[in-house]
């Protein structure tokens, strides 16, 4: 990606760090005592009747209760039985329906005790990815994959874990349920099982690639993209459906591949927002695994909850040369039950200039909430006059520090920070008045513009005040582009 990715370098350099760490470690469950099990149960098919409680905050009680022979009349105790999470439910406080991404992650670790008079074995298991892959490793420190089970002691709190560093990256980015396989224990008899706290550990990631489109990645390079709404915009792309609506799916998006470096591409039309030839597609990802059974459902629910930015690297080629201009991106996200947030407001957008360069559109994740459950993300395209060949190479979150100067926290400090502060509104990353806006902070402003992030260095000479009225006029000029409101 070397020659095409030349601005990311500085970022990069500063903030990438290893997969080996937690894009959003914190407790996934801790139950508060309200009778609530939070879908933990015992699966049926199993040797030990068994009552899961939670009538003590802190506590999720796994009761032994044995069964009854009725061939031979008599009671077995401490059979095996499996305690596990909901299927599909994420975390205590997220009721929404989806793989747990914990991509990135160290560990999960379960701390349970039990009542009994001996050691007791468990396996601390989990399943994963579209196919319920069954996946356990054994105790630490080496946790052998499909190795020995745990052991442990009774009447004290035994910490378990499972090392999903060890996982693929589409079995971390999709987790449908863990718990503990209790083996059989008889000798000791039912006993009573405590679990205190279960939690997901390790540094938080500060980068995340979500989307390479590599030559090899997931998808056949597609990563997991699909045409979201207004697919008649996108040439090749499934008819849409009788009532008007987009079929979601991944016609018309190609992968394109030169050198080793890849790419998604559609072509985009143009007229203007003709409605029997519409203009302007949304295209969308989620976790960046496979759009599998033709639905999206097995790529939800994505955890960007550690992250602040997110840069789209892309390009617009005109396929009649002569044609050029701009055309506005606008990114949006459905959070939770699909709540729909535009990044930045419904009014912003980034400008993707039709010169067949790649250039990195920034959006501040600021403003946009439950980024732990978010259903999909994407980029909404307005209108253009002339189809365009459109090209993303990279989909990037990430959490940078704010550049002083940078007003909006758009992670560059340009025009719109001046806009932004002439109108007298509220700003971030302030240098002289912090939390008032004054004359003090264009100053400051002015002295610091082209600084982007990562970079104590400018990205370009300050312009001298004739030539930023230039700058404000066009950034002003192109505001003003309109944009259909999406039909989801």
Known sequence: MAAKRLIFALLGSLVFCGYANAQSPGVLYTWPGTGDPAEWSVDPNTTNN?????SIPGELTATEMGVHD???????????????????RRREQSTEQGGLDLTGLDFIEMDVSHTGGA??????????????????????PTYAPNGADWSLPPNIVNTVRFPVHS?????????????????????????TWTISEVRAVGTGLTVR????????????????????????AVVGHTPNNPDGSTVQDQTGLTQVTSGGVGAMEWTDRGNAGVAANPSGAAITWVNGTSFANSNSFYERLADFSNYNRLTLRMKATDVTPGGGGDIGIQSFFHTGSYLFQVVGGSSFSQTLPVDGQYHDLVFSLA???????????????????NDVKIDVDLVRFALV??????????????AADYVLWRKGGSLQNEVATPESNTPEDYTEWRARFGN?????????????????????????????????????
């Open 119 to 140: 050691n007791i074995d468990v396996q601390f298991y989990m399943q994963a990815t579209p196919s319920y892959s069954y996946v356990w490793y054994g105790p630490g």
């Open 209 to 232: 690639d979500l989307a390479t489109h590599e030559a090899g990645s997931s998808d056949n390079g597609l990563n997991g993209a699909f045409v979201n709404f207004e697919g008649g």
């Open 367 to 385: 403003g946009v909430t439950n980024l732990q459950n978010v259903q999909d993300f994407g980029i909404n395209l307005f209108s253009h006059p």
């Open 452 to 488: 982007i992030s990562g970079s104590g260095l400018e990205a370009g000479s300050v312009p001298e005040p004739a030539s930023l009225v230039l700058v404000f006029t066009a950034i002003i000029g192109g505001s003003v582009l309109t944009r259909r409101k999406p039909a989801c």
């Open 70 to 88: 009725t061939i031979n009349g008599i009671d077995l105790t401490g059979g095996t039985f499996l305690l596990h999470d909901g299927f599909n």
């Open 50 to 54: 068994v009552t899961v409680l939670n």
């Open 167 to 191: 996982l693929t990256a589409g079995e971390q980015a999709w987790i449908t349920a863990f718990g503990l396989n209790v083996r059989d224990h008889a000798a000791v008899g039912n006993v």
């Open 401 to 414: 520090a704010g550049v002083p100067g940078d007003y909006n926290n758009d992670g560059v400090v340009n």
